[in-house]
């Protein structure tokens, strides 16, 4: 069971404190989004909790190993990031790059084989690039690459997925089509998630537990049921905020 785990994480960028003593443990099946308003530090925090950047204090720990002791190959082969922004800037087609997410399973000098490119192109049609295979990823839409990168992680395979801002430049079919892929890996596969979000609905529509982030190093973790709800959100957001109650569960709205 492939376990992340954070001991008394302090976390701070240019002096502001992101995280003071985080204590938090994602484990398979789980399905967290990471709350909190712009630049309050979410991309940061996602950053230490794969390993790419260094905590002021405290540990992170996968599978009941520092992530400092580990070699950045074998994080890779249980531990995926999509990062916030998506840009292609060399000349590659759609399947050379969904292909660079078998790269840690691969040994030394070792090419890409059939089977490697069967997964590359189940997770090109899970993200409705199907018939983009041959095409040069700078000419696609700021839409199309974030999918891209996506399917780039679904082939990689992780049992942690870290993921900034999915959604990001998509529009609602594709936000749920995301979405909905990142579930079917939590749910079917056993595997874990954390979601940076800015959208609250998506998160109460597809989360199972929540971390919120609110400056100063504050934080809450728990599960959505305790957290999602209209004074922790109008507390985290500093703005008011409207409950509506749905067939699909409660949703929100700003407030007047």
């Known amino acids: 069971m492939t376990t992340l785990v954070c001991q008394s994480l302090d976390v701070s960028i240019a ?9 938090l443990e994602l484990t398979p099946g789980q399905f967290w989004g990471l709350l909190g308003p712009n630049g309050i530090g979410k991309t940061t925090l996602l950053k230490c909790l794969a390993g790419l950047s260094t905590p002021d204090s405290g540990t992170v720990l996968l599978e009941d190993q520092s992530m400092v002791e580990i070699p950045r190959r074998a994080i890779a082969r249980l531990l995926g990031m999509l990062q916030q922004h998506t840009v292609y800037v060399f000349d590659a087609s759609v399947l050379e790059t969904a292909l660079t997410g078998r790269h840690p399973h691969l040994g030394h000098w070792k090419r890409e084989g059939a089977h490697d490119k069967q997964k590359a192109l189940d997770a090109i049609r899970a993200v409705d690039l199907d018939g983009f295979e041959n095409r040069c990823v700078t000419g696609l ?19 942690i997925l870290l993921l900034d801002e999915p959604t990001n430049h998509l529009d609602m079919r594709h936000q749920v089509r995301i979405m909905d892929r990142v579930e079917e890996q939590v749910k079917n596969l056993q595997r874990c998630a954390i979601t940076a979000l800015h959208d609250v609905n998506l998160a109460a529509r597809y989360c199972s537990h929540i971390l919120m982030l609110f400056g100063d190093g504050k934080w809450r973790a728990g599960h959505v049921d305790d957290l999602l709800n209209r004074k922790m959100l109008q507390q985290l957001y500093s703005c008011p905020v409207e409950s509506v109650q749905t067939s699909a569960g409660k949703r929100f709205l700003p407030g007047n």
């Open 141 to 159: 839409s700021g839409g199309e690459a974030r999918r891209l990168a996506f399917a780039s992680l679904l082939v990689q395979e992780p049992a």
């Open 15 to 23: 002096g502001k404190k992101i995280a003071d003593g985080l204590d």
